[in-house]
């Protein structure tokens, strides 16, 4: 029971993000943005 209900919380997460990133390019930024995040705050 709660797997199905984490998978479709990351299947909307998923949607949600995919949908507020219009292009391609637009994907490739939030992951950019995101890797320099994680490395800044590792550091």
């Known amino acids: 029971m ?3 209900i984490i998978a479709v919380l990351c ?3 998923v949607v949600g993000a ?3 990133c ?3 390019r637009g994907v490739g ?7 320099k995040a994680i490395s800044k705050a590792a550091s």
């Open 18 to 20: 995919v949908t507020g």
């Open 11 to 13: 299947a909307i997460m």
């Open 2 to 4: 709660y797997r199905k």
């Open 29 to 35: 930024q939030d992951v950019e943005a995101g890797g």
């Open 22 to 24: 219009n292009t391609v």
